[in-house]
């Protein structure tokens, strides 16, 4: 292993424009991936989650850092050096370590421990001072570079005049959540990013505006920011609408569905919990009020075990209403109550009113009503205090007169409000994620999603948020304030409730009790501490298509739409319907809709037409010697093989590929989830290089292997030296196999004298994959085939048949948790299994499994396949010992099954010992069979 901390040697002279970019020859994968997911583990530490945690998306900072320095950086005949530098600028190397160290008694050993323990102990770069952490580097660095930089900005200024000219630009045509232009400004680089999404624009300014900005504007933000508490508290306040007769005002308001048993004829109100706080033991409890054939609800604290688990239960249980009533259970089905059906032709529907455009709460007959049922208030004496005092109190006469003023407001003031831009007035479209809205709900317009009271609440914010800074700091109220706003009962939240935020995972889920901040909640969640990390760079930030490019850049890094994406186009609908009427400058040329028509979506053409599109144009829009790194995830074949056909048809060819795991590993291993990310290097394709498939095949076939082999070998090395721990999955290998054979592929201009540019932009029949998806599929097999399962020899899985190693490889995943039918799915594809259903126990989408020994029996034996194979034996064989057959009638068998048994006798004994430890802890009467044969087998073979 080369040793990073090694005084570099100064590069030779060279012409900066022609040399290779240290990512196309090295890079620090394991560590970057190692630091990538403390970074993700920090939540809310992250630098950029401050400004919008609802955009899930982000890739990591430390992530886009090493991006652009492997870019920007030349490869030079001393590979070592090079990477010693790499990890000195990261400050992943040994001595930065030293100084990254919380506690200085740890500064000493740190070095000697695990990378993830190292971790544990130490800051993220970005949170240590940059003079502290960087200054020691820059005799070596220049010394290796010839550049005479003492800071970042320096650097990149040297670097970039002397590859490019001048200082480089960097370009993010799909910017997202903002993190490639925001770090590539912290490094020092001019900036240009864009986006089809106003919202994601509008993240990627606040990180180049607000997190980047520098004292003077901070100061300017914060007095705006308070400037807006103050003034909407003031008119809140003076409405009348919060506080009670003795002077306690709203923290919350739990709000419920309620509708009519269609069996009683009884409101019923509606929630999968009537409990409010584990820690307070504080529920709702339905009382029933035979006069009105309705239920009062009264508001308990302190009460016992057994009535908490009563309330747990809820009045909605598997879709169903359920209640007592006078000692008899009722059930009804939800959608039989909402009416839904589905015609002969698929239309789906059902009796839901749809909302009008001035509805705002619903009408008398509709089938679900909304109900207040609870109120959380803060006491008079601990109000403005940093340490409040509340508690959960009953509806009260009072509190429903103060309802319904709430609701004689919003009646009044709506359809001005809607005018002037304070209230959303834009209809809901139908789409993957935003019909369920009116399906679920009859919801046609996107006010409707919020309560009357956050109507009245967020107009007057609205209305003050004209300065741009602050826009952000409204898109955080929305988040907190809409009916999808979860209540969080749950314990160890010393006595407090949470009111979770719509955008807890990446849907609009419909909610049938929710959480209802009141105004001092939501202003506060708005008087946000913003990070701060000033720069000084030009950017350039644009609502726009992705092959609508208006500035050139040296360096193009994307984390581009994928084939099944995130629905940002639908769900950032939310915020946009309230922004886009009289925004501020700079945002006010913007085009504030989510074009919906025009996103990069869904696969096959479309999915490859727009990004050919788009990264043609970044090609064209960069010079010979530029660079592209496209961030990509996908574990499906079919959507490389679009990428081969993407990179051909946008003139690119692929130099290099890298793989990051990104994702925290703690509960995505258990489903053998694809950890990180691939980086794509590319390049123009300058030349038109020929192969024929044949010899193509071959150079695949190599270049696969060694993608996984140089990850695994590279794996047992750093675990051998205890510096660093195995991050990858067999999903993640396999997708890293994926990227080895786009290397491949991209290099050639024509195959079987076929043009590839033109192939790929050549429309598809329905179910043709052409040449190639084709050799994207012979990737696949070839990557599978190098995932030996731990426990089985190379030599021992060479001699195995496809049927063997799908049940082996399948029988090895199991172990970590996985349970996902797709899994199954691909691996069987991989391994040529055509009928892999008859070696499944069961097939559920997240509960599959394989058989045991025990559920064979005596079934799938036949002449070929699985059945005649070595494995299949060995399993009947550890059927007949657990139904207590004699160990040597059982061995007898065995000898009879497998052909040629006492030359194969070595891998029976390897099968035999795989399947016992595999089985050990789900199926442990099938491991002791497999441990008494083993035992028997080895006796015979010494005998």
């Known amino acids: 292993m080369p040793d990073t901390n090694a005084t570099p040697k100064a590069i030779t002279p060279l012409a900066w424009k022609d040399r290779p970019a240290l990512i196309e020859h090295t890079f620090a994968p394991q560590k970057i991936s190692a630091e990538a997911q403390k970074e993700r583990k920090a939540n809310v530490g992250q630098t950029l989650t401050a400004l919008g945690s609802y955009w899930k998306g982000r890739k990591p900072l430390i992530l886009a850092k090493a991006c652009i320095l492997g870019a920007l950086l030349p490869a030079t005949d001393d590979t070592e050096a090079d990477l010693a530098v790499f990890e000195k600028l990261m400050a992943i190397d040994d001595d930065a370590f030293r100084r990254r160290v919380k506690s200085r008694k740890d500064a000493e050993r740190i070095t000697t421990l695990p990378y993830a323990e190292r971790l544990a102990l130490c800051y993220r770069p970005e949170e240590v001072d940059d003079q502290a952490l960087y200054g020691p580097v820059w005799d070596e660095v220049n010394a290796h570079l010839g550049t005479d930089a003492h800071g970042f900005p320096e650097l990149m200024e040297q670097i970039g005049t002397l590859r490019f000219g001048h200082r480089p630009k960097v370009g993010d045509t799909f910017c997202g959540g903002g993190s490639i232009p925001f770090e590539a400004a912290r490094l020092g680089c001019d900036v240009y990013a864009s986006d089809l999404n106003p919202i994601a624009c509008m993240l990627t300014w606040g990180a180049l505006n607000i997190i980047g900005a520098d004292a003077k504007a901070r100061a300017e933000i914060a007095r705006a920011q308070r400037q807006v508490a103050e003034a909407v508290d003031r008119e809140i306040t003076a409405l009348g609408i919060e506080h009670d007769a003795h002077g306690n005002r709203a923290k919350a308001y739990l709000y419920c569905l309620e509708t009519r048993c269609p069996q009683t004829g009884w409101m019923v109100p509606l929630a999968p919990s009537w409990v409010i706080s584990s820690d307070r033991r504080a529920i709702a409890r339905l009382v029933p009020d035979p006069a009105n054939k309705r239920f009062a609800i009264d508001i308990l604290t302190g009460v016992s075990e057994a009535e908490m688990a009563e309330a747990a239960k809820g009045t909605v249980r598997d879709g169903d209403l359920v209640y007592t009533l006078d000692e008899e259970e009722y059930r009804t089905p939800i959608k039989t109550i909402r009416g839904d059906y589905r015609l002969p032709d698929g239309t789906t529907g059902n009796r839901l009113r749809r909302w009008e455009l001035h509805d705002f709460k619903p009408r008398p007959d509709d089938i679900f009503q909304e109900r207040l049922y609870c109120i959380q208030w803060i006491t008079k004496e601990s109000l403005g205090k940093g340490r409040q005092q509340t508690f959960f109190a009953a509806v009260t006469g009072e509190d429903q007169e103060r309802e319904a003023n709430v609701e004689a407001i919003v009646a009044e003031n709506l359809v001005r409000w809607q005018a002037e831009g304070l209230v959303p007035d834009m209809p809901i479209e139908p789409g993957d994620e935003t019909t369920r809205l009116g399906r679920e709900r009859g919801w046609t317009y996107w006010h409707h999603l919020f309560s009357p009271r956050h109507l009245v609440i967020m107009s007057p914010i609205k209305r003050h948020s004209n300065y741009p800074g602050l826009f952000l700091d409204f898109c955080q109220r929305l988040n907190i304030t809409s009916k999808l706003c979860m209540i969080n009962s749950s314990k160890g939240q010393g006595g407090a409730v949470k009111y979770d935020h719509v955008f807890h995972n990446q849907a609009l889920n419909t909610l049938l009790n929710y959480g209802q901040r009141g105004c001092t909640s939501v202003l506060a969640n708005g008087e946000i501490n913003y990070p701060h990390s000033p720069l000084r760079v030009s950017a350039d930030v644009k609502t726009a298509l992705a092959d609508s490019i208006e500035k050139s850049a040296e360096l193009w890094i994307t984390d581009p739409p994928y084939a099944d994406a995130i629905n940002y186009h639908e769900i950032t609908e939310f915020f946009i319907a309230w922004l886009r009427k009289n925004p501020p400058e700079p945002f006010r040329d913007w085009i504030w809709d989510s074009r919906r028509a025009l996103a990069i979506k869904g696969r096959d053409a479309g999915f490859?037409?727009?990004?050919?599109?788009?990264?043609?144009?970044?090609?064209?829009?960069?010079?010979?010697?530029?660079?592209?790194?496209?961030?990509?995830?996908?574990?499906?074949?079919?959507?490389?093989?679009?990428?081969?056909?993407?990179?051909?048809?946008?003139?690119?060819?692929?130099?290099?590929?890298?793989?990051?795991?990104?994702?925290?590993?703690?509960?995505?291993?258990?489903?053998?989830?694809?950890?990180?990310?691939?980086?794509?290097?590319?390049?123009?394709?300058?030349?038109?290089?020929?192969?024929y498939k044949d010899e193509l095949m071959q150079e695949l076939k190599a270049e696969v292997a060694r993608q996984i082999d140089t990850m695994t070998g590279l794996n047992q090395r750093l675990k051998g030296l205890g510096r660093i721990e195995n991050l990858f999955e067999d999903a993640d290998l396999q997708m890293a196999g994926y990227a080895a054979a786009l290397r491949v592929l991209t290099g050639y201009a024509r195959i079987d004298g076929i043009d590839m540019t033109a192939e790929a932009l050549r429309p598809r029949k329905r179910g043709e994959k052409g040449v190639v998806g084709e050799i994207i599929d012979f990737a696949v097999q070839v990557a599978n085939e190098h995932l030996v399962p731990e426990g089985l020899t190379a030599a021992v899985w060479e001699r195995l048949s496809g049927p063997e190693r799908f049940y082996l490889k399948m029988l090895d995943i199991e172990t970590t948790g996985a349970k996902k039918l797709d899994s199954y799915q691909n691996f069987a594809k991989a391994f040529r299994v055509a009928d892999y259903g008859a070696l499944m126990g069961a097939m559920k989408p997240n509960a599959a499994r394989l058989k045991t020994a025990y559920e064979f029996k005596r079934s799938e034996f036949g002449d070929t396949g699985f059945g005649a194979s070595l494995t299949r034996a060995v399993l009947y064989a550890l059927y007949e010992l657990q139904r207590e057959t004699d160990v040597d009638e059982v061995l007898g068998q065995l000898r009879d099954l497998i052909k040629g048994y006492y030359a194969r006798r070595d891998d029976v004994i390897a099968i035999v010992r795989y399947l016992g430890q595999k089985r050990e802890k789900a199926v442990p009467a099938e491991a002791e069979a497999a441990r008494i044969l083993a035992a028997r087998i080895q006796s015979e073979r010494l005998g």
């Open 608 to 691: 490859r037409k727009g990004m050919v599109e788009a990264y043609r144009a970044m090609a064209a829009h960069m010079p010979d010697n530029g660079l592209q790194i496209v961030m990509f995830t996908h574990q499906d074949a079919g959507v490389w093989a679009d990428m081969a056909e993407i990179m051909w048809g946008a003139g690119l060819r692929v130099t290099a590929a890298w793989y990051v795991a990104t994702e925290t590993t703690s509960e995505l291993k258990k489903g053998g989830y694809v950890q990180g990310t691939v980086l794509l290097v590319l390049r123009k394709r300058l030349g038109c290089d020929s192969a």
